[in-house]
């Protein structure tokens, strides 16, 4: 991840509020440019191309999303202390929302599939991998989080009304019978 410079930051804002309009297909470098009133040789000093930049947005989301995990000692959680689990969902409830324009753009109004894999695909190294289908419960966990949060954000729900107990209350017991599920 490049240093992230004035140049860069408008870039980016810029890049993420066209992509909240239109496809990445439609969006230009020339049209990015014009709305900032950089010459294109800027752009291109930090970026190769469109695409280049909303993968860095990405990026820069999972890996503050780390850190939260990190900090949080999910794998620890998820196994012994429920309470502390409950607060690293309510630390990923505050980030998420932190993150409310870029991840409207991501999940809801141009789904970026992508992203969606790479925010699953991060989160893997955080969870507890010791007992059967732990694999399969990262998944649900991470998917589950991702549409609620997809739910929340097309609904227009304010963070106070997204209950982190009710979701951990609903896939705990999930957790807890996965093994009877496949067989």
Not at 42 to 47: I, P
Not at 158 to 173: A, I, N, Q
């Amino acid at each position: 991840m490049k240093k992230q410079t004035r140049t860069t930051r408008k870039i980016r804002e810029e890049v993420l509020n066209q992509y909240k309009q239109k496809p990445v297909e439609d969006i230009t470098i020339k049209d990015v440019c014009a709305a900032l009133s950089i010459p294109r040789t800027s752009f291109y000093y930090h970026y190769d191309s469109i695409r280049a930049v909303l993968q860095e947005i990405g990026e820069e989301f999972i890996l503050g999303l780390e850190k939260v995990y990190d900090a949080r000692k999910i794998r620890e959680y998820l196994r012994v202390d429920r309470v502390k689990f409950l607060g690293m969902i309510e630390a990923t409830k505050d980030y998420l929302y932190a993150h409310y324009d870029m991840l409207e753009a991501f999940l809801v109004l141009r789904p970026y599939s992508e992203f969606r894999q790479n925010w699953l695909e991060a989160m893997r190294p955080h969870y507890p991998k010791n007992a059967p289908y732990d694999d399969l419960k990262t998944e649900i966990l991470v998917e589950s989080l991702i549409v609620l949060f997809t739910y929340a954000i097309s609904n227009h729900i304010e963070k106070e009304r997204v209950h982190p107990e009710k979701l951990m209350s609903f896939l705990l017991p999930l957790f807890d019978n996965v093994s009877s599920i496949i067989y």
